[in-house]
């Protein structure tokens, strides 16, 4: 019993090691494209909030960055490693009031984060492959580019649900911020009103909407499946012991 139980922490803490890097990278990078295409559309709020910066201090929300993938990363864990592990980051301020054509730019921030999510997915498949073939020439580098490939395969992942996840249309997610634009006005109104309850829908779906979000999620597991296989010729054997 106690070395089950040791060999459970140990295996936390090497998923810790390897997937909370790539997770919070990936959420902060989401934020900064949003602040960034915000200041683009004519709004400072986000530079001037101080929250165009890579310091994670600054994006770092308990909930979504710590508390939440933790929680999801040991459920995965107790059910055999076939779990998703999801989380965020302490949402950018933007003010659409400030921006030079508020519809237009409204949708390019909102999209910008998960655009930026699925160039560090294709980023992560490319550096397997060269990782791969520098492995090939220098084999003395196979431990060390064992353990990046795992991360980058862990980042392919991690992206491609972010993207699904952001798309939600549940405010304040950035699908939501689409979503009502395709709504009639009436009903637009009566949306964004229900913005205000948005983050206790979040909460309650992560909590007991387990079979709903899986198959929301699905299409990204299937791109993430579908990345990997591609670019499965160039993942090192030492990679898949980190990936168990």
Not at 50 to 71: C, E, V
Not at 116 to 130: G, P, Q
């Amino acid at each position: 019993m106690a070395a089950d139980l040791a060999r459970l922490l140990l295996q936390i803490l090497q998923s810790i090691l390897l997937v909370l890097p790539v997770l919070l990278f990936s959420v902060i990078a989401h934020e900064i494209a949003h602040g960034l295409a915000a200041l683009r559309q004519g709004d400072r709020t986000a530079l001037e909030a101080g929250r165009l910066s890579w310091n994670p201090a600054r994006h770092i929300d308990l909930y979504f960055t710590i508390l939440l993938p933790l929680i999801m990363l040991t459920g995965s864990l107790l059910a055999g490693g076939r779990g998703i592990v999801l989380g965020g980051a302490k949402p950018v301020p933007v003010d659409p009031r400030n921006y030079r054509h508020p519809r237009r730019g409204d949708i390019i921030v909102s999209l910008a984060g998960v655009a930026t999510n699925f160039v560090i997915a294709l980023a992560c498949a490319v550096l397997i492959v060269a990782t791969g073939l520098l492995a090939r020439s220098v084999p003395l580098l196979d431990t060390t580019f064992g353990i990046l490939q795992a991360m980058l395969v862990i980042g392919i992942q991690v992206n491609a649900v972010l993207i699904a996840f952001n798309l939600l249309p549940i405010p304040p997610l950035d699908g939501s911020h689409v979503a009502k634009y395709l709504m009639p006005r009436a009903l637009a109104v009566r949306y964004v009103q229900f913005g205000r309850y948005g983050i206790l829908v979040l909460v309650l779906l992560l909590s007991f909407g387990e079979k709903l979000l899986s198959a929301w999620l699905r299409p990204a597991i299937l791109f993430f499946e579908w990345t990997v296989g591609i670019v499965s010729a160039f993942i090192l054997p030492d990679t898949m012991q980190w990936l168990r």
